[in-house]
């Protein structure tokens, strides 16, 4: 597409059922920096004018991740004003995709960490490969969820689920994501994008008006909308970056050694 020609870390596929956006910083495992964000922002809006009817899937390029989450190297040294911008921005692009009018679907092969479990969470279908993996770690980089994962996990699969997620920071394989509803299916390594190209197939023999109405009532119906919780939680995500956790926590993991957190909180 030639609207897409400039873009540096996403691509924009047109299939026959749907528009493959594919998140492309494979040497980073796909992390998700203020580039990405703006990017996918971007092809978010275009999508939009061009093809709002055509379902979208979300993947990551190659097969070892979907998205890493957000880029640490990135956000090692923001500071609390820096990072609440960098939240409330990432939180502006995922609810975007949230309410874009037609299906969207999250391919997922790999890894989907923090942002990259997020991202997955503002699609409407999660396809998991055999190999993803799922996880919130930020609370072992002294950070918490930014990117509305706090109210997106919750709403997904349970609060006693998100707590237990967000809490040990553990990484749960695509079985597990399903057992716990975060999945909507499990696939063969490989075949996430055939599948969620399949799915956008199946859902294209309906009325794309009925679609987008059906996924405005459904959203409706959740008991806690995304306003205030969002609010919060960007408030605490960047409080997290007035503490001495954060720094140490990102910039252990970039100089690939164990965390040394307060005692005290
Ligand atoms: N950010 C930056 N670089 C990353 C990230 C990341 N999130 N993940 C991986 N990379 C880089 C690695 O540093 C490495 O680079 P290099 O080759 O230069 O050393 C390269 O990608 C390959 O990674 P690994 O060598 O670590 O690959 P492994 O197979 O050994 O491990 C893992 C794969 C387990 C995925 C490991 O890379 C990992 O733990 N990554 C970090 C996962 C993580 O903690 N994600 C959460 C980040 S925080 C977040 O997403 C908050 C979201 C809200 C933000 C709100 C805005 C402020």
């Known amino acids: ?16 059922t749907a528009t493959v ?7 980073f495992l796909n992390a998700l920096n203020r580039m990405v964000l703006a990017e996918l922002d971007f092809v978010l809006d275009v999508l939009l004018e061009d093809v709002p009817n055509k ?19 990135e ?18 692009v995922f609810s975007k995709l949230e309410t874009f009018p037609s299906v969207t679907i999250a391919a997922v092969n790999g890894y989907a960490l923090g ?22 770690p930020e609370a072992g980089l002294g950070i918490i ?17 998100a707590l237990d997620l967000i809490l040990t920071g553990r990484v749960i394989n695509a079985d597990d994501a399903l057992r716990i509803g975060l999945v909507h299916k499990v696939v063969d390594e490989g075949k996430a994008l055939e599948e969620s190209l399949s799915y956008s197939r199946a859902v294209l023999k309906n009325s794309p008006f009925a679609l ?48 040394k957190f307060q005692e005290e909180p």
Not at 55 to 73: C, H, K, Y
């Open 1 to 16: 597409m030639e609207r897409f020609g400039h873009l540096q870390a996403i691509t924009v596929t047109p299939e026959d």
């Open 21 to 27: 956006v594919t998140v492309a910083r494979q040497k």
């Open 55 to 73: 379902p979208l899937i979300i993947t990551g390029e190659g097969s070892r991740a979907f998205v890493a989450g957000a880029d640490i190297g």
């Open 75 to 92: 956000m090692v040294n923001m500071t609390p004003d820096e990072a609440l911008a960098f939240s409330r921005f990432g939180q502006g």
């Open 115 to 136: 942002g990259g479990n997020e991202l997955a969470m503002a699609c409407d279908i999660r396809i998991a490969a055999k190999n993803a993996r799922f996880g919130q």
């Open 145 to 161: 969820p930014g990117f509305g994962g706090t109210q997106r996990l919750a709403r997904i699969a349970g609060k006693p689920n």
């Open 212 to 259: 987008s109405q059906a996924k405005k009532a459904v959203s409706g119906a959740e008991p806690s909308g995304p306003g205030n919780g969002m609010s919060a939680e960007a408030d605490l995500f960047s409080r997290c970056f007035a503490h001495h956790d954060q720094k140490e926590g990102m910039k252990a993991f970039l100089e690939k050694r164990r965390a």
